[in-house]
């Protein structure tokens, strides 16, 4: 049964902003919060006293002196005085999961419009900061000090993945390791940021330099050298959900299905190489889109680090467990591939900004949708997806986003 279907009503991405993501030492939380939220609102067709609620997502407030940033986007207007602000936080997908909160309250009725923004302030804060707010995502690590920090978790996954499936990877016609695969994933991802006017890295590294360890590309915590890691970053996004359109609107996308899915926190509860709750969040929103993976054109997913691009292509139904390494070996995920994956750039060279990634993803897909992605834009897009995840597979959530 279809969104439509089941609660009788269309949610509509009716407008929507997006920062520049990287080191923005000129500008602040709340002038990111501010800047955002009124490309939104104005692209929208709508006046700031048309918003009945407005959600926020954003990790970690401890990353900057200002700790309750709920509010911060009424700072735009006094016309939004009153309005219902909160802000949600659930690790690595807190944009997702404000975006998702934001799709209930219309679909419950209780507001009309929404105004969902995500927004992150990191580099002003010490890698000791940003390295110590990121392990309170990990049940094990929280309060912790660790010399490879978040890093170390998702290399730890990659060992466990090649003791596993290295035998696959590796087969005729490409004698390759997982360190190959994973670069040719990071290549990919800076080639494709080269086009995005938003991204942090405009830098295309090509492929020998992302799979070779050097001066220029350490290993930060084996396997994963520098290039499969994406950078600390500042940035916004926002979008305006409603169930109708103004006249003024400037552009306008369908939201077909969504899927939320959490997993156990302690590790030894699950398989770190499967990512089960995040496949069980592809599974609801294509199932309530009606779509399989094939009904895609495209997807942005969570490449915090290029393993899970890796096992994302099996989490999502792209390839079988085991097997993700052909997607990216055979050209599967490309721009001019079956599935393209991450044309932004990816969390990779797009930066991750941790509470804006989850918008800034609706954003770039609503964008290809609309056909004003750019030099981003694919041909023909006319459904396309959205991943975001927190922690290693913990908190997981995808949309399944339609051209009208």
């Given at each position: 049964?279809?969104?439509?279907d089941?609660f009788?009503?269309?949610?509509?991405?009716?407008?929507?902003?997006h920062?520049k993501?990287?080191?923005?030492?000129?500008?602040?939380?709340?002038?990111l919060?501010?800047?955002?939220?009124?490309?939104?609102?104005?692209?929208s067709?709508?006046?700031p006293?048309d918003?009945?609620?407005?959600?926020?997502?954003?990790?970690?407030s401890?990353?900057?002196p200002?700790?309750?940033?709920?509010?911060?986007a009424?700072?735009?207007?006094?016309e939004?005085a009153n309005?219902p602000?909160?802000?949600?936080?659930?690790?690595?997908?807190?944009?997702?999961?404000a975006?998702?909160?934001?799709?209930?309250?219309?679909?419950?009725g209780?507001?009309?419009?929404?105004?969902?923004?995500?927004?992150?302030?990191?580099?002003?804060?010490g890698?000791?900061?940003?390295?110590?707010?990121l392990l309170?995502?990990?049940?094990?690590?929280?309060g912790?000090a660790?010399?490879?920090?978040?890093?170390?978790?998702f290399?730890?996954v990659?060992?466990?993945?090649?003791?596993?499936?290295g035998?696959?990877?590796?087969?005729?016609?490409?004698?390759?390791?997982?360190?190959d695969?994973?670069?040719?994933?990071?290549?990919?991802?800076?080639r494709?940021g080269?086009?995005?006017?938003?991204?942090?890295?405009?830098?295309?590294?090509?492929?020998?330099?992302?799979?070779?360890?050097?001066?220029k590309?350490?290993?930060?915590?084996?396997?994963?050298?520098r290039?499969?890691?994406?950078?600390?970053s500042d940035?916004?996004?926002a979008?305006v959900?409603?169930?109708q359109?103004?006249?003024?609107a400037?552009a306008?996308?369908?939201?077909?299905?969504?899927?939320?899915a959490?997993?156990f926190?302690?590790?030894?509860k699950r398989d770190?190489t499967?990512?089960?709750?995040?496949?069980?969040?592809?599974e609801?929103?294509?199932?309530m889109?009606?779509?399989?993976?094939?009904?895609?054109?495209?997807?942005?997913?969570?490449d915090?680090?290029?393993?899970?691009?890796?096992?994302?292509?099996?989490?999502?139904?792209?390839?079988?467990?085991?097997?993700?390494?052909?997607?990216?070996?055979?050209?599967?995920v490309?721009?001019?591939?079956?599935?393209p994956?991450?044309?932004?750039?990816?969390?990779?060279a797009?930066?991750?900004?941790?509470?804006?990634t989850?918008?800034?993803?609706?954003?770039?897909?609503?964008?290809q949708?609309?056909?004003?992605?750019g030099?981003?834009?694919?041909?023909?897009?006319?459904?396309?997806?959205?991943q975001?995840?927190?922690?290693?597979?913990?908190?997981?959530?995808v949309?399944?986003l339609?051209?009208?």
């Amino acid at each position: 049964m279809s969104l439509q279907d089941q609660f009788g009503k269309d949610i509509l991405l009716t407008g929507w902003g997006h920062s520049k993501f990287g080191k923005l030492t000129d500008e602040t939380l709340e002038s990111l919060i501010v800047q955002v939220a009124g490309e939104a609102i104005s692209n929208s067709g709508l006046d700031p006293k048309d918003v009945d609620e407005i959600y926020l997502g954003q990790f970690n407030s401890g990353m900057q002196p200002l700790g309750f940033t709920s509010s911060l986007a009424l700072q735009l207007s006094t016309e939004l005085a009153n309005v219902p602000a909160t802000r949600t936080e659930n690790a690595c997908a807190s944009g997702s999961a404000a975006f998702q909160q934001g799709v209930k309250a219309v679909l419950a009725g209780t507001a009309r419009n929404v105004l969902v923004i995500g927004a992150e302030k990191m580099t002003d804060a010490g890698a000791d900061v940003v390295g110590a707010a990121l392990l309170g995502a990990s049940y094990e690590m929280a309060g912790k000090a660790s010399s490879t920090g978040f890093t170390g978790l998702f290399a730890e996954v990659a060992k466990h993945y090649e003791k596993r499936y290295g035998s696959s990877i590796a087969r005729p016609g490409f004698e390759a390791g997982l360190g190959d695969v994973l670069g040719s994933i990071a290549a990919k991802n800076h080639r494709n940021g080269m086009d995005n006017p938003y991204a942090q890295m405009h830098r295309d590294f090509g492929e020998e330099f992302c799979r070779t360890i050097s001066d220029k590309n350490p290993m930060v915590a084996e396997p994963l050298r520098r290039t499969d890691c994406s950078p600390v970053s500042d940035g916004a996004a926002a979008v305006v959900l409603s169930t109708q359109a103004t006249g003024g609107a400037t552009a306008t996308v369908r939201l077909a299905g969504f899927g939320h899915a959490n997993d156990f926190f302690p590790a030894e509860k699950r398989d770190p190489t499967e990512f089960a709750a995040t496949r069980a969040s592809w599974e609801r929103a294509l199932g309530m889109a009606g779509v399989g993976i094939d009904g895609l054109d495209f997807a942005e997913v969570h490449d915090c680090f290029t393993i899970a691009e890796l096992i994302m292509y099996e989490a999502m139904g792209l390839t079988p467990r085991g097997e993700g390494s052909r997607a990216i070996q055979e050209g599967w995920v490309y721009k001019d591939g079956k599935l393209p994956i991450n044309v932004s750039g990816g969390l990779k060279a797009k930066g991750h900004p941790v509470g804006a990634t989850g918008v800034s993803q609706h954003v770039i897909a609503a964008m290809q949708l609309t056909g004003t992605a750019g030099d981003m834009q694919l041909p023909n897009a006319r459904r396309g997806a959205v991943q975001n995840m927190g922690g290693v597979g913990i908190a997981n959530y995808v949309s399944v986003l339609e051209a009208l």
